[in-house]
């Protein structure tokens, strides 16, 4: 999909560095559009959308040690203008002809460096710029044609560049928030260097996208797995506007919704939207199949194939569908090619991973190619509320991993309402969009004794959970005021039968994870 819009963008080449997938971000965000590559990927796979510029990232080898990956022959002959940051400007230079040696000091965290006025890359900056770096090695020697752009303290070429050739170097990361002006010095290199057109936008991104499945889907029928949640809302929404009723969207109430939230979704996308939702009441069936069951992965085996089980026989029940569009997202893509860790590992325990294959459908996925940022534009784009664009990401599995012990429909509905009270706490405190990536309430499989009215009391224990994360793979727990702490557990234990106590949990992750099961 979205080929012209795709052309004329950046290559990103990776060198294993933490911040790749930044670097793709900070570019489309100047509306150029960014397409991420492992570091050795065959130039026609590169070339696949002619980008007309390359970014070489940063990365934890040496470039002079034995094995180390190098800068692709291909990539430096091919005439185009490239900005190696980092380890990506030490293999340049490598490549080159340079020299890189290890420094006796080494650069972590913030530092100054003064630049010569006369280059485009610098251009418009602060004489003494404030910038981030992270690096062990450094440039002795630049290549020849390479002249020095800027300095640190402890790097005599923190940036260098051949004017002739549109290569350039900067030893620090311009793609961090702690470079505060990085965003400049990706601009200049965009658009004063490269000269590319900036055509990256939600409304383009629409349009084409509008076009694509429109050619791909033709008069056919597509079926959506609608959770609610960003991702299959905006996917749904964009193909809905492509294809009208072509599209039968269907919403699962597995029984482990949070309160009102099946009202809520239906009223959003059948109601306002207008969109076909077939709702699927399965609440039952999920609880028959996980009574007794308390060992959370195969709690999450189960809940999968529940969810393939419904949505067989709710295509099967419409007949003659050929496609199953689903809200894959680009951070997905990489994660998966890439064989990376955490999040690949969370992504393959969710519901609709063993779907195509087992099913036969042919995919539509028309959020392939977008950040979970850009997601959220193109929903406000297609005019989805508010509350559904920032709403917080909910696992497939939903309570049921958050109801540690026996589930049953009384110990569901118990943390229900304590969760809607926390939400509702946090909301009024204006903390559930921004301060908090993610809250929710957690069940305990124990009980306490309290007292309450003179009375003694035996019951259940509610943990509040409240994390701030970038990108799900790291998180702190948030510093909430106690305060409001205060009054969400007076609140729950005074209104949600059972509960007689309320813990804060205070674990990041690592070692934690954001979840408890
Ligand atoms: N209750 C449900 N009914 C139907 N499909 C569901 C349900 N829960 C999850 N899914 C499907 O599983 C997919 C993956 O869920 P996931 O939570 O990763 O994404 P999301 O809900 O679309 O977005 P977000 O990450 O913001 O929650 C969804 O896109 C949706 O297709
Ligand atoms: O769609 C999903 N299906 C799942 O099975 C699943 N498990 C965890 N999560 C979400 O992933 C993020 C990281 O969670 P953890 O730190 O608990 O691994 C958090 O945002 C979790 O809510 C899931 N999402
Ligand atoms: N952040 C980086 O790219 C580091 C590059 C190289 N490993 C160094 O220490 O200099
Ligand atoms: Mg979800």
Same mark, same amino acid.
């Given at each position: ?66 094995? $180390?990956?190098? %800068? ?6 091919? @005439? =185009?203008? &490239? /900005? !190696?940051?980092?380890? #990506? ?119 084409? $996208?509008?076009? %694509? ?6 008069? @056919? =029928?597509? &079926? /959506? !797995?609608?959770?609610? #949640? ?288």
């Amino acid at each position: 999909m979205t080929n012209d819009l795709r052309q004329g963008g950046v290559a990103v080449i990776d060198f294993g560095s933490q911040y790749t997938q930044l670097i793709a971000r900070r570019v489309r965000e100047q509306g150029v559009y960014a397409e991420v590559f492992a570091h050795d990927a065959d130039a026609d796979h590169i070339n696949q959308h002619q980008p007309a510029a390359y970014i070489l990232s940063g990365g934890p080898n040496s470039v002079y040690e034995n094995g $180390a990956p190098q %800068a692709a022959p291909h990539i430096l002959k091919s @005439e =185009k203008p &490239i /900005l !190696g940051i980092c380890y #990506g400007m030490q293999a340049l230079t490598y490549a080159l002809g340079g020299q890189v040696a290890p420094s006796q000091a080494r650069e972590y965290g913030p530092a100054t460096i003064t630049h010569t006025p006369a280059s485009p890359l610098l251009d418009n900056l602060d004489t003494n710029l404030q910038v981030w770096m992270s690096h062990g090695d450094r440039i002795e020697q630049p290549p020849a044609g390479f002249v020095p752009l800027a300095q640190s303290e402890n790097s005599p070429y923190a940036a260098i560049g051949d004017l002739e050739r549109n290569i350039y170097g900067v030893q620090f990361h311009p793609e961090v928030s702690h470079t505060p002006q990085g965003s400049a010095v990706l601009h200049n290199f965009l658009f004063k260097i490269a000269h590319l057109t900036a055509k990256w936008t939600p409304l383009a991104v629409i349009e084409n $996208a509008i076009e %694509a499945i429109r050619a791909q889907v033709g008069d @056919e =029928k597509v &079926i /959506l !797995g609608l959770s609610g #949640g960003v991702d299959s809302a905006v996917a749904g929404t964009l193909i809905h506007r492509a294809i009208g009723d072509q599209l039968t969207s269907i919403f699962v109430n597995t029984g482990f919704l949070r309160k009102n939230e099946p009202e809520s979704v239906l009223a959003v996308f059948r109601d306002e939207m207008g969109m076909n939702v077939i709702y699927n009441n399965a609440t039952e069936r999920f609880l028959d199949a996980l009574q007794g069951k308390t060992e959370p992965e195969q709690k999450r085996k189960i809940i999968g194939n529940e969810f393939i089980e419904v949505f067989k026989e709710e295509a099967n029940a419409l007949e003659g569908v050929r496609f199953l569009a689903q809200g894959t997202i680009y951070p997905d893509v990489i994660e998966s090619a890439s064989g990376s860790k955490t999040a690949h590992v969370i992504k393959s325990h969710h519901n609709v991973g063993g779907l195509p294959e087992q099913l036969g459908f042919e995919l539509v996925e028309p959020l392939r190619d977008l950040f979970k940022d850009e997601v959220r534009k193109v929903g406000t784009a297609l005019g989805l509320p508010d509350h559904i664009v920032w709403r917080q990401p909910f696992p497939g599995p939903g309570l049921a991993i958050r109801c540690l012990g026996d589930l049953t429909w009384d110990r569901l509905e118990t943390l229900r309402e304590a969760d809607a009270i926390f939400l509702e706490e946090l909301e009024k405190a204006g903390l559930l969009v921004g301060d908090t990536a993610q809250c929710f309430a957690v069940l305990l499989p124990v009980k306490a004794v309290g007292v309450m009215g003179d009375l003694r009391t035996y019951e259940e224990v509610i943990a509040l959970r409240a994390v701030q994360t970038q990108d799900f793979m790291t998180a702190d727990w948030v510093r909430l005021p106690y305060d409001l702490l205060a009054q969400v557990s007076s609140h729950i234990v005074n209104k949600v039968k059972g509960v007689n106590r309320v813990v804060y949990d205070v674990t990041s992750k690592p070692p934690g994870t954001i979840e408890w099961e």
